[in-house]
């Protein structure tokens, strides 16, 4: 016992992971979704829907959904897309289901123990895909604080976990949708660039191996995240030269470059195999009348504006952007995949026709390269760390996230559809406003996916 807590007096930031694990466990105990069988819903029914499918139903054509069509619906079960031919199809890319595998199989051997219904959608499996997000999510702070000491001490890192665990929307996605994607990108997008770097310094064939699976992995869940590659062809590179060196490099290096390629491919192959089986097509789009608008991004209103502004509802990370315009003085290694990587990624997801990511608390889509941001944030907190004024704004900031993530709780930020009428009538509420409904302004669906301005 002495020597566990003269550990943790000497390392900060493992106390930081385990209060935020606390306060993770603590806000799913009081939600409790898995009772409610609310937690594969949304997106996660369509992320999800490949292993009761495969598994249980033993039919990746979803032919069954046309037994019973209103009880599925009525269930949250599958809700496929029908695509051109006739069949039905799986919205979604099957990275998520890879990763919630471990957890339905334990799920399902504690339902058939446990005596409750081995379908794939009783409490067992909703409390197991739950709090598979905050599992991966701690692999991805093991990772990240590893990288984050190679530059900087325990007090320094203990105050940046602390700041975008507790400050930011990832908060919020650890724990009461800890179900969705983003925690498990978060651990991916970590362990690629603890990889990426250890790769990049010296190449073997057991590092090759899991940058290849990993890199697979990200894109397998989400295919946007190939942008991530950024990262990995600039991390070192500040000048023109030094980028001709580093492209350089992976020609001598073909050899490991193939097989990463090699192993990008292999992941991703059994989504293929999936859309030419039920599609006739190895590439489909099966966000079916849904599309990217790369001339009309919402940039402003994607970074600030109060219907989901990313600054404006996890305003701590001002600080990453902050820090990020350092680094090009005191970590100039990571400055341009960093920079590159936040202005690409930033342009190509906020010129999704839904741009607002529907019901969501914040900019979610943003916590999937928190990863590269939070190397910002610890820049900018090694360089203040002494000043209290902004060591008091930080903790300021980490209250108001959690206060916001509270009223959203509540309803008093409503889902989607935020002004500014309605933020400011909010401000110090903790129940929803009387006046809420006429004050806020849905978006238009329709208008939206077709491009147009609302």
């Known amino acids: 016992m002495t020597n566990l807590i003269t550990y943790l007096k000497r390392s900060p930031s493992i106390v930081v992971i385990i209060v ?144 975008l665990l507790f400050g930011s929307n990832l908060f919020y996605y650890a724990s009461v949708l800890g179900a969705m994607s983003h925690a498990h990108t978060f651990c991916l997008a970590s362990v690629f660039v603890w990889y990426g770097i250890k790769w990049l310094k010296k190449a073997d064939l057991k590092t090759s191996i899991v940058l290849g699976l990993i890199f697979g992995l990200i894109i397998l869940i989400r295919p946007v995240n190939i942008l991530l590659i950024f990262f990995l062809v600039l991390f070192g590179v500040t000048s023109l030269d030094q980028f001709g060196k580093r492209l350089f490099m992976f020609l001598q290096r073909i050899k490991f470059v193939i097989l990463i390629s090699a192993l990008v491919v292999l992941v991703f192959l059994p989504q293929l195999l999936y859309w030419k089986y039920i599609t006739g097509h190895y590439f489909f789009n099966s966000y079916i009348g849904e599309q990217f608008y790369f001339g009309n991004p919402h940039l402003m209103e994607g970074l600030f504006g109060f219907r989901k502004g990313w600054l404006l509802y996890s305003p701590i990370m001002i600080f990453s952007l902050i820090g990020m315009v350092m680094m090009f003085k005191v970590r100039k290694e990571f400055s341009f995949p960093v920079t590159i990587l936040f202005l690409v990624y930033t342009y190509v997801i906020l010129s999704w026709w839904c741009w607002w990511y529907g019901g969501s608390y914040g900019l979610r889509a943003m916590i999937d390269i928190y990863p590269f941001l939070v190397i910002g944030m610890a820049v900018f907190i090694n360089k203040m760390i002494l000043n ?67």
């Open 20 to 163: 935020f694990v606390i306060a993770c466990v603590w806000v799913n105990g009081n939600v409790a979704k898995w009772n409610k069988k609310s937690v594969i819903d949304w997106d996660v029914t369509s992320y999800y829907s490949y292993l009761p499918a495969y598994f249980l139903k033993h039919d990746l054509t979803l032919k069954f959904f046309d037994e019973n069509p209103e009880f599925y619906r009525q269930n949250k079960q599958y809700n496929p897309q029908q695509c051109p031919n006739g069949n039905y199809v799986i919205k979604t890319s099957m990275g998520m289901a890879v990763m919630y595998l471990p957890f339905f199989a334990v799920a399902h051997v504690a339902a058939k123990i446990f005596g409750y219904a081995d379908d794939g959608y009783s409490e067992p499996y909703q409390f197991m895909i739950q709090f598979s997000g905050l599992f991966y999510l701690l692999i991805g702070l093991f990772f990240l604080r590893r990288l984050l000491l190679l530059y900087y001490s325990e007090k320094v890192v203990a105050v940046t976990f602390f700041c």
């Open 388 to 454: 209290k004024a902004v060591i008091s704004v930080l903790g300021i900031l980490v209250v108001i996230n959690c206060f916001q993530m509270y009223q959203y709780r509540r309803g008093v930020i409503h889902f989607d559809s935020m002004t500014k009428e309605a933020y400011i009538d909010g401000l110090f509420r903790v129940e929803t406003s009387p006046d809420l409904q006429k004050l806020i302004s849905p978006p238009d669906y329709e208008k939206a996916r077709k491009g147009e301005e609302q």
